[in-house]
């Protein structure tokens, strides 16, 4: 039978709270921190990179080319050598040189594959913004449903204690049957241990959210730093 009741367990479900949501404030943060959302970023940042290096390269070139160097011209080899060294005779030359591609199909395709790349990477985004809110607000739903069903089971416990208490009360009295306490016990049993698997669902749907947003770190109060290594032992 049920002598008492852990004092932890009741600490813990008086500590329960259910935190205040927002779906648009979780949107944000998940701009900032969500890795899926980060990483299509930054692809996109890299396609643009590319598609104007493409653009660039399509463009007419003009290049400045120079050179500088000195001669040493003999009838001997080690006196032209001399002559190299000594500086006395040098030489540069200074040009322009303008290339207009024509027709450019290599080019014109390179800029066009850059271009859907680019727009591929974008949609990626959208796409990634999308369903980071629709899964930003299920997860929100399913915390508060499941805060709710915390709530409610609770209110049975402590009902189904009152209960069992009373029969247990009644039957040190004699007022009542060893089947009634039983059962009475049973039904109290039940509804803690739904209590408890209602609880861990509770917690499960908050750690989900946090790490939809990216914030695991954050909210286990994790520094979001990695040290170097050191095989050597050395101090750092």
Same mark, same amino acid.
């Not at 408890?196 to 499960?204: G, N």
């Given at each position: 039978m049920i002598k008492a009741e852990s004092a932890d367990f009741e600490t813990l479900i008086a500590s329960l709270s259910m935190p205040a949501l927002d779906s648009v404030s979780s949107v944000n943060t998940a701009y900032q921190l969500n890795p899926y959302y980060l990483s299509a970023v930054k692809t996109a940042e890299q396609e643009k990179i590319k598609l104007v290096y493409a653009e660039n390269q399509s463009l007419i070139q003009l290049d400045v080319l120079a050179s500088y160097h000195q001669n040493g011209l003999d009838m001997r080899a080690h006196d032209a050598i001399n002559d190299t060294l000594s500086g006395d005779y040098p030489g540069f030359s200074v040009g322009?040189?303008?290339?207009?591609?024509?027709?450019?199909?290599?080019?014109?395709?390179?800029?066009?594959?850059?271009?859907?790349?680019?727009?591929?990477? *974008?949609?990626?985004?959208?796409?990634? =913004? /999308?369903? %980071?809110?629709?899964? @930003?607000?299920?997860?929100? !739903?399913?915390?508060?449903?499941?805060?709710?069903?915390?709530?409610?089971?609770?209110?049975?416990?402590?009902?189904?204690?009152?209960?069992f208490l009373i029969h247990q009360s009644s039957y040190d009295k004699g007022?009542?049957?060893?089947?009634?306490? *039983?059962?009475?016990?049973?039904?109290? =049993? /039940?509804? %803690?241990?739904?209590? @408890?698997?209602?609880?861990? !669902?509770?917690?499960?749907?908050?750690?989900?959210?946090?790490?939809?947003?990216?914030?695991?770190?954050?909210?286990?109060?994790?520094?979001?730093?990695?040290?170097?290594?050191?095989?050597?032992?050395?101090p750092l």
């Open positions: 322009v040189e303008f290339v207009i591609p024509l027709a450019n199909n290599i080019g014109r395709s390179q800029v066009g594959v850059a271009n859907v790349r680019t727009q591929q990477a *974008i949609y990626a985004i959208k796409e990634t =913004e /999308i369903k %980071l809110a629709n899964q @930003l607000k299920t997860l929100i !739903a399913d915390i508060e449903n499941k805060y709710s069903i915390v709530q409610q089971l609770d209110k049975v416990r402590k009902i189904n204690k009152e209960l007022q009542a049957s060893i089947d009634d306490v *039983i059962d009475s016990e049973r039904r109290y =049993e /039940i509804t %803690l241990s739904e209590l @408890l698997s209602a609880v861990a !669902a509770y917690q499960k749907s908050k750690f989900m959210l946090k790490k939809a947003e990216g914030s695991l770190f954050s909210y286990f109060d994790i520094a979001d730093q990695v040290s170097p290594p050191n095989p050597e032992g050395l």
